[in-house]
């Protein structure tokens, strides 16, 4: 009998994000689970995707996967072939590691069909280069407050690196941070710190829906930023460091951005 | 007439790594272009893919697209909908950036349809914390020797960061450098340095073909994993840098780590 748990990234926007591959996985398996608490697909329909894998898909929370260890999952992989679909690439969130090592404990053979991330279409979408980022940070609702990401931003600057910021979702509430209320918490850490990293004439990059039929991704100074209309989450949002040339053009061209910035640019 | 021009990545290793939207927007396009230099798809068919798509597929050369600035692809987007696809993400690659920009000035419309990279799939894959990662270097060919990738390692290091290093590939001569070779060049830097960064006792994790259905993941000291046979190319480096004691076990759980790591985490 084959025990196998697989993996399968839904990559960011709705159900055509899924690879041929991954799409054949579900198809083959004895069980398919997925689990839509770790980040939200803008455009995405189960319905669809059960249409398209031709069998039920059943829905994983929090509690399932984090309370109960994954029993559910387990189970069905110790009995046959289980597929588990996530958003974006399945590992970037780091409770479905713990499930990969809780399988490795139990000896259960594990794959892994990876999909689009927002942790590279957001670097290529910017037009940023790649190796010019620095240690990534995740903004926290106030509940969580913390000031460990405008440090980040500053110690990354500080080196000429650019910082990727994600921001915080309650998975319970289904409640996703949007880049005003990300921009004001860095604000109101900047009123204390004044260390220019959130001050208005700082520079900063938004992007909502990466992957959607329609992205917004506007570069701006704060001041103009923290008024900007990004329609719907999920968002991000990138600390540009020092620029290039070629990284101020591609955030005049594609993000809107100030000609402004091409003398700020090296 | 639709002017238009669509990014489509590709994934990681076959013509199954693409997702439905990208499949769709080939099937729709009235040209279809390839590129296969800036990274090496492992299982990757052109014929299977055709078939897929159901058109040919014109294969584009780095002359084509960065000595002639991709005419080819710009001829046919002014004059119906041009699809290209692209290994990986597309715009990891920064050379296709540019296309970006140019399809810009043209007042072009473009779209992008994202693929899995190498970025987040090697991060996932070996249970390496996300926000955990520093600047990113590339490791060059002799014929383009640099000290950088090795300053860069130790600095991240010395803020506790891991380092992803990609590895150089000539396009022309198809040439992709190995885990052997890099830490070869590493260790090369070590002799003179002497900051322990390629030391026999340093770590680093090795994976070869990421996304492929058999990727080799193997972390290990220096001193065994220069030795340790990944098959073949493409692939990628990490150098860790303070472990999470949850990082430990993954690469014990997923890597075949030497089980001592867990003294080594925090």
Known sequence: MLRELVFVGLGLNDENGITLQGLQEAQSADHVFIE???SLLPDFSLRNLEN???????????????????RLLFDAAEAGKAVFLVPGDPFIATTHVTLRVEAAKRSLPTRVVHGASIIS????????HNYKFGKTVTIPF??????TPYNVIAQNKQLGMHTLCLLDLNATERRFM?????LGLLQGIEEKKQQGIAADDALAVGLARAGSNQPT???????????FDFGQPPMTLIFPGQLHFTEA??????????????SLAK
Chains 1, 2 share one sequence.
């Open 36 to 38: 839509l608490y770790t």
């Open 52 to 70: 398209l894998v031709g069998k039920p898909i059943q829905v994983l929370s929090r509690r399932n996967l984090e309370e109960e260890n994954g």
């Open 121 to 128: 279409a957001i670097i290529g979408v910017s037009g940023l």
């Open 142 to 147: 106030p509940e969580n407050f913390s000031e």
């Open 178 to 182: 949007t880049i005003r209320e990300a």
């Open 217 to 227: 991704l506007k570069a701006d100074f704060l001041r103009e930023l923290a008024n």
């Open 249 to 262: 053009d591609a955030l005049i061209a594609f993000a809107g951005a100030p000609t402004k910035l091409r």
